[in-house]
């Protein structure tokens, strides 16, 4: 049993790359629809296979195991191995990532219909998707590596995939070397656990921890906690793959690679990545309270940074990736106070409706001719009806709505509440209350942008009948650089051929994309309440095993599920009430306000509009200094000292030299006689001072 259930893992694992190798090496050949058919197809035999892996290991009585498919380093003591590690972790992001991508690949087929490179895209898809399997079934910090550095390769190909668009090539090389920030810190991290411990494989490291609680690093003559230093550093890589605060200015701007890219780097894959490494090190955290202290601080600030944000963009794309940070936030704060089951959990159910609204977005902008700006829909529920009803199960969903104490309830309901109150169980310390306020104020925004996007998008007046920029003259209406009376950037590559004429109405898009997006909202309507008893109910402990660990100390998920205060379980629902009451007050009942309150110009919208001005202070900083300092070795220490002193000095020296001496060949006889002559002088002098 267990060779063959090797055997599955192993096709589930490598059909992906398969896919990429034959359409990225032969897609000119085989052409756009074998092409499709190939990566699509070995995705789907991928989440097959990842099922039938998740459902013995869940139901069917399976044991942890790990595939060793071939060696890869043996120096000295340092050993590592390509591993597939079967656990309840790894098996649930199997079928996240496999089924979010086969669905994604299946969309495509729909929404790049248009586009001339087809078999470079699914080829890249495909490429991202294995980059993404090999991070999460990783046996050791190598492999973890090596798929955490392919997943940043591949999204930037991805984003950047309309490289003839400066936009999207800025974005692609900005994603990459914010990235590179956060996995420096990782590499770190990875070098300070070997030098603890002497080893990066998980299942000889873990056992270890525990012994080398209390050990310090001297550093400057100060000393500090060896657990906490290494968590710390493989956190920043984290908050670099997750875009948390400080280093999320990356992933708002991703928006620039198709509408399939948003959704499969921001529902399943690339951002999550984040959070399954906190989980899986959850040995790490557990004895490095300081690190696990700023999880939880960082996380609560991201969910509340991000969602005041979220409710003052108006591009659909942009509005749905800072719901992505926020959700994130609530993820890594659940860890940070301990409740990592809660964070997985959230993971799991994120990505079913992330990706739903990402891919109802995209039904969107094709129904609408590539238009992206929210503030020239409106009123299209009756000319998009699947992809209206979709979006809003997605609504539902992301903003949690469900009745407490009960089973009735959409996926976010489930996970978002059991964060909040996992949070409320740790409030008796100083970040586990931060996080349950945030969480509940994040709530409310969460709650306030997704219905806003709803109400402006499906309901109101049709401004797409005029194509009038009606009120839309203040110098905030912008996107990226677009006036609101101009088209917002098309999410195409490739020129509009339905274009925004008068007499093109929305239309539904086709069942390619339609069929992906209502599986996707099977899962936000039931992955919530039928994996629940699971990931955080009576059926976790058995479920998890020995994939995540909790310190002796730590009874957060037990005390969230003995909460006694009715006002904490109703804080949620009444907070993403009120949300939904004030998005259709602003944007249905008073639709004038949001422009009112725009046109005067405060310092909060201001604020907000420009995202805290986190690209404006890094471009200031980071980007001219480095600038400056680039060219001051360019110009000053290469050119002017190494360069003049060193090749081109010598080089000039002997130029110099050659031109002198040969002033010395005339050619006249006479010359060389005098020279002659003054050369015997010379040598009689020389004779005569010798003797004498």
Not at 72 to 92: M, Q, Y
Not at 148 to 160: H, K, P, R
Not at 288 to 313: D, E, L, R
Not at 416 to 443: L, R, V, Y
Request: with cysteine; hydrophobic share 50%.
């Amino acid at each position: 049993m267990l060779s063959d259930m090797s055997t599955v893992v192993t096709l589930a694992v490598f059909a992906p790359i398969v896919g990429a190798a034959i359409v990225g090496g032969f897609g000119r050949w085989l052409g756009n629809i074998p092409s499709q058919a190939i990566t699509t197809g070995l995705l789907f035999v991928a989440c097959a296979l990842s099922w039938f892996t998740f459902i013995q290991h869940t139901w069917g009585g399976m044991e942890d195991f790990t595939v060793t498919v071939l060696p890869f380093i043996n120096i000295g003591t340092f050993h590592s191995a390509w591993s597939i590690r079967i656990d309840a972790l790894s098996s649930t992001m199997l079928i996240v990532v496999t089924s979010v991508s086969s669905l994604v690949h299946l969309y495509s087929w729909g929404y790049m219909s248009e586009d001339p490179s087809r078999p470079r895209f699914f080829a890249y898809l495909s490429l991202f998707t294995f980059a993404m399997l090999m991070l999460v079934t990783a046996a050791d910090f190598m492999q973890l590596f090596f798929g955490w550095e392919g997943v940043g390769l591949a999204s930037y190909l991805l984003i950047g995939f309309w490289f003839q668009k400066e936009s999207a090539s800025s974005a692609a090389i900005k994603a990459f070397v914010v990235n590179r920030v956060g996995d420096f810190g990782f590499a770190l991290g990875i070098m300070t656990v070997y030098w603890q411990f002497g080893t990066i494989n998980f299942h000889e490291l873990f056992p270890m921890i525990a012994a080398h609680q209390g050990q310090t690093w001297e550093f400057l003559g100060q000393s500090f906690s060896a657990l906490d230093l290494a968590a710390f550093l493989l956190f920043i890589g984290a908050m670099g793959k997750s875009a948390q605060f400080f280093l999320h200015t990356w992933l708002p701007d991703a928006m620039e690679g198709p509408t399939p890219v948003s959704a499969l780097i921001h529902a399943a894959t690339m951002v999550t990545a984040g959070v399954y490494m906190v989980c899986l090190l959850s040995p790490l955290f557990e004895y490095a309270p300081v690190a696990k202290m700023i999880v939880a601080y960082i996380g609560a600030i991201t969910a509340i940074f991000a969602a005041s944000i979220g409710f003052t963009q108006n591009d659909i794309k942009r509005v749905i990736a800072y719901s992505t940070c926020s959700q994130l936030g609530y993820m890594f704060f659940a860890a940070g106070v301990g409740a990592y089951q809660a964070a997985m959990f959230h993971l799991f159910t994120h990505a079913f409706f992330k990706a739903l609204l990402f891919l109802g977005a995209g039904s969107v902008i094709h129904g609408m001719h590539h238009e992206q700006d929210m503030r020239k829909m409106g009123g299209l529920w009756k000319y998009l009806p699947i992809t209206y009803g979709v979006m809003t199960i997605g609504t539902i969903a992301i903003t949690g709505l469900g009745i407490p104490e009960t089973q009735f309830g959409f996926a976010g309901f489930f996970s978002k509440d059991a964060i909040i109150e996992s949070a409320w169980a740790a409030h008796n310390t100083p970040q586990g209350m931060f996080a349950f306020c945030m969480g509940i104020a994040a709530a409310l925004l969460t709650s306030f942008y997704s219905w806003r996007l709803i109400a402006m998008t499906f309901h109101g007046k049709k401004h797409w009948e005029h194509n009038e920029a009606h009120g839309h003259d203040h110098h905030h209406e912008v996107i990226d650089g677009h006036d609101a009376s101009e088209p917002a950037h098309d999410d195409h590559g490739h020129d509009d051929h339905h274009g925004h004429g008068h007499d093109h109405k929305p239309h539904e898009s086709p069942w390619v994309m339609l069929v992906p997006i209502c599986l996707l909202a099977v899962g936000a309507v039931f992955a919530g309440v039928g994996f629940a008893p699971y990931f955080i109910g009576e059926h976790a402990q058995e479920f998890w095993g020995h994939a995540i660990f909790t310190g002796p100390t730590n009874h957060i998920m037990h005390e969230a599920h003995e909460i006694e205060e009715m006002w904490v379980k109703l804080a949620p629902l009444a907070v993403t009430l009120l949300g939904m009451l004030l998005a259709w007050y602003y944007y249905i009942a008073r639709p004038n306000l949001p422009k009112q309150m725009a046109a005067k110009d405060g310092p909060v919208y201001n604020f907000l509009y420009h995202k805290w001005y986190f690209d404006e202070v890094y471009q200031a900083t980071f980007v001219k200094l480095t600038k400056i300092l680039g060219d001051f070795f360019w110009k000053v220490l290469d050119i002017k000292i190494i360069d003049n002193l060193g090749p081109n000095g010598a080089a000039w020296t002997a130029l110099k030299s050659a031109k002198n001496l040969v002033k010395t060949q005339t050619g006249y006889v006479y010359h060389y006689a005098f020279a002659m002559f003054l050369g015997v002088v010379g040598l009689l002098t020389y004779v005569f001072w010798l003797v004498h």
